[in-house]
């Protein structure tokens, strides 16, 4: 079972949505999150969180809808986000896609980022999409696939720790079994040299940050 899960960051385009979404879906909204689901014409199966930042209007046009909602207090020790991801996972969800974590508060995007690194999701395959970026999460001894374009930039950023064992395929500046350590610029801005890339990684986590149609040249 496959769950998209729309958190109320920086909105992505009608485009997006479309492309990612899929019939039989369990569409699920992170608090306000929900706002913006509506506002591509779906109404979330269920909403979680405290309803901090959902406005009146779209609680009761989802009510009318049959959306189901859990109510969490707002002194809690999970954000919304997290307590989406867990809902997804305790059901058997094994793939999730996330709208609406990037941008805004610069802590709320790190700390969304860093959910996909939680040892409880380690059998959930999670990517982070917006209109032009994706964010998904290699950890030991696997490998994930990026589809895209040639000149697609890849950034490769070790979490937690040191990435060992760093193989890529696909990719402009290739990696053979190499180290990428925690803290370093070394894998930022690689690019895709075709349709698609792959990157495996022996032991460590990586986080892959691949940006749709790459970057100016003054933003690397």
Not at 151 to 164: I, M, N, Y
Not at 165 to 194: H, I, K, P, Q
């Amino acid at each position: 079972m496959r769950a998209i899960i729309v958190a109320s960051g920086r909105p992505a385009g009608a485009k997006a949505w479309e492309s990612w979404a899929r019939p039989g879906d369990l569409i699920v909204g992170a608090d306000g999150g929900a706002a913006q689901a509506l506002a591509w014409g779906t109404a979330p199966h269920l909403v979680i969180g405290d309803m901090d930042s959902l406005p009146g209007q779209a609680r009761a046009g989802l009510t009318a809808g049959g959306s189901e909602f859990i109510v969490h207090p707002r002194a809690k020790d999970e954000t919304d986000l997290e307590l989406a991801l867990s809902y997804v996972a305790e059901r058997g969800c094994q793939e999730v896609i996330i709208f609406g974590a990037l941008g805004g508060r610069l802590d709320h995007t790190l700390a969304n980022v860093l959910l996909l690194a939680l040892p409880r999701f380690g059998a959930v395959q999670i990517r982070i999409v917006d209109d032009s970026e994706e964010v998904l999460l290699v950890r030991d001894g696997g490998a994930v696939t990026v589809d895209g374009r040639p000149g697609d930039t890849l950034s490769l950023l070790p979490l937690g720790g040191d990435a060992r064992g760093v193989t890529t395929a696909g990719l402009a500046w290739a990696l053979d079994g190499d180290t990428l350590r925690f803290g370093s610029s070394r894998g930022v801005s690689n690019e895709m040299t075709g349709p698609t890339a792959r990157i495996a990684v022996e032991q460590g986590c990586l986080l892959v940050v691949h940006k749709i149609g790459g970057y100016h040249e003054e933003e690397k």
